[in-house]
């Protein structure tokens, strides 16, 4: 299982990175791998509102692109308005409710997960604390890889 204090902190740290200049809202996310690893994504807005991408997303494309293909263990997920200064700058504050995965991503993020054979945790943040729930119970009946074999 993943360090859930440390993929949370790379999530609210992934945040800052984000490009939202159009909603001013922020995401972060950080998905942790069985073998340790950690790979960040944050939203990226687009003038063109349909070509955004989802923090989930981006840190999937990043890890696909270093070759990442399974062991997806934990995913920790927190949106909000960006802090204006001090230590935290641009990181996501979390509303009352937990920011979980939209529907693309939570399909993004099942492709990877079973190609590991995983159905791993996702951490979501809210101001109220953490939702914990695993992606099979996001994404019930999922349509994956296997469905095509």
Not at 2 to 24: E, F, G, H, N, V
Not at 111 to 137: F, H, N, R
Request: net charge negative.
């Amino acid at each position: 299982m993943a360090d859930k204090s440390a993929l949370i902190a790379a999530a609210r740290a992934a945040s800052a990175k984000a490009y939202a200049p159009y909603s001013r809202f922020h995401v972060g996310a950080a998905l942790g791998f069985a073998d340790g690893s950690v790979v960040t994504g944050a939203n990226v807005e687009n003038a063109s509102y349909g070509l955004a991408l989802c923090a989930e997303t981006v840190a999937v494309s990043k890890a696909m692109a270093d070759g990442v293909r399974g062991g997806l263990v934990a995913v920790a997920v927190i949106g909000g308005t960006p802090a204006p200064d001090g230590p935290n700058a641009g990181e996501a504050t979390p509303g009352p409710g937990p920011v979980t995965p939209c529907g693309r991503c939570r399909q993004v993020l099942n492709e990877i997960a079973q190609l590991g054979g995983t159905d791993p945790v996702v951490w979501s943040l809210s101001a109220e604390g953490v939702l914990e729930m695993k992606l099979s119970d996001l994404l019930p009946m999922a349509f994956g890889p296997a469905n095509l074999a």
